[in-house]
């Protein structure tokens, strides 16, 4: 069979040594923790399976997961005894020659599925382990894996912290004339870095050009999506947060029961979203243990309320402002962010037209009946904001081969957006908007300029 044409998908081989990340690697292009099986044990994968990445519904890449070299100086002898007993015409014959006599070398079964794979490939992704040492067993497979004569793209994995021991498997790539190389670590993924997996394939593989180019648009267009619809999820939160109204007495005020209530209310729409944003991106309420913000089970487990909470997210640190907003806020029926007292409201809602009248119905009954709103505190609203900003830009930065869970440590940025208080107080003026979703043209505007902050360039946010 032909694998070479353009139009057929590529077949791409995913080599290397034992435990160097070969399954990690497909999982984070996959988008998928549940791929194959990894251990920190030797010799996890034991034969060849294969994945497909599609651009729409084309099949564009078949990537082949394949069984880790044990002993590649002890196959390498082996293959050159054998070059001494049998004439050949190239290196790959050579490789078919050994395959065909798999039965006489029991020892090599594993390697020689790999070998076999190689040859039937389009290209060789050698991932390399930089934190292990220069051995000369790495310099084996190269050349075991040269005789396929196949493109080789080494692919430096756990890079992160690791900067002098990439430069040092640079330089012995280099010394195969192996220059094109790339850095993709699949525990603290990029998204780049899987666009330059994909551009490297096009520099090696040239009649494939077109056909990777519009894998390239494809994927990236889908990862520009996840982002946005993560952010609306934000934006949504937020908004039902912020709209959140209970009617409780004017002379008695908020009840513990109001209070407890207006909390639970938030916690539940918290948890809600978190749940929702790890299923955008394939994760589970098991990938996540946040420090300082710690989530277990998918739930929250320092509470949102806490006076703790909002110090270290450097909001309103006094006491009152702290119990304010740990009980939330009572406030008048608003209108154009003015706060009105009952005896002004039917007046100003005249004055408004009927259809403000009609819109804030409710709230004049309320001030009416001589009652108040229990509103869910800015800075609550604000902590909001901060911790899923940081929870979303660690999602898109996080690999699906990782195996510790993520750390969302105290060290975001808590400076909130600009135009942060203008947008709340748009929000608290539409209850309404408590039902989502909306289509209301204000709405739509609101949920266009919050999810620009959250999807933005700012990854230190």
Not at 265 to 276: G, T
Request: with cysteine.
């Amino acid at each position: 069979m032909e694998y070479n044409v353009p139009g057929l998908p590529i077949n791409v081989a995913v080599v290397g040594h034992s435990n160097a990340g070969k399954t990690s690697l497909i999982r984070t292009l996959l988008r998928d923790d549940q791929f194959g099986d990894i251990d920190e044990m030797a010799g996890t994968t034991r034969c060849v399976e294969k994945s497909a990445i599609l651009s729409a519904d084309d099949e564009v890449l078949d990537l082949f997961d394949t069984p880790g070299f044990e002993d590649s100086s002890a196959l390498l002898q082996a293959l050159q005894a054998l070059s001494k007993t049998v004439e050949t015409g190239s290196a790959a014959d050579l490789l078919r020659m050994f395959i065909e006599r798999a039965g006489d070398y029991p020892d090599f079964e594993q390697e020689i599925k790999v070998l076999r794979q190689s040859l039937i490939s389009n290209v060789l992704l050698y991932i390399i382990d930089v934190r292990e040492p220069l051995l000369g067993k790495y310099s084996d497979e190269v050349e075991i894996l040269s005789m396929a004569g196949k493109p080789i793209l080494p692919v430096f994995n756990f890079i992160a912290g690791n900067s002098d021991a990439l430069m040092r498997w640079r330089q012995q790539m280099a010394k195969f004339n192996l220059h094109a190389a790339l850095e993709f670590d699949t525990v603290a993924f990029e998204f780049e870095a899987e666009k330059r997996l994909y551009q490297k394939l096009q520099s090696l593989l040239e009649q494939h050009y077109d056909i990777l180019q519009t894998l390239i648009d494809y994927r990236e267009e889908v990862w520009g999506k996840l982002n946005h619809a993560a952010a609306r999820r934000i934006f949504q939160l937020i908004a039902v947060v912020a709209c959140y109204r209970r009617e409780v007495s004017a002379r008695g005020g908020a009840s513990e029961a109001d209070v407890a209530s207006m909390q639970d209310f938030v916690r539940n729409a918290e948890q809600q979203a978190l749940r929702d944003l790890l299923t955008i991106f394939s994760f589970t309420q098991l990938d996540v243990d946040i420090q300082q913000l710690p989530v277990r089970d998918g739930e929250w487990e320092l509470d949102l309320f806490s006076p703790v909470m909002l110090k270290e997210f450097g909001l309103n640190a006094g006491a009152t402002a702290l119990k304010g907003a740990a009980a939330g806020a009572g406030i008048d029926l608003m209108v154009g962010g003015m706060s009105l007292g009952a005896a002004a409201m039917l007046g100003a809602a005249l004055g408004a037209g009927w259809a403000a009248a009609r819109r804030y119905q409710q709230e004049l009954k309320a001030a009416l009946r001589g009652h108040r709103w229990l509103c869910v505190n800015d800075d609550t609203v604000s902590l909001l904001f901060l911790r899923n900003r940081k929870l979303l830009h660690s999602l898109t930065q996080r690999g699906h081969a990782a195996q510790d869970k993520l750390q969302l440590k105290n060290d975001m940025q808590k400076t909130l957006p600009g135009r942060w208080y203008k947008v709340l107080n748009s929000l608290r003026q539409h209850p309404e908007w408590q039902q989502l979703p909306s289509s209301d043209e204000e709405y739509m505007r609101l949920q266009d300029e919050v999810t620009g902050w959250l999807v933005s360039d700012d990854r230190a946010a």
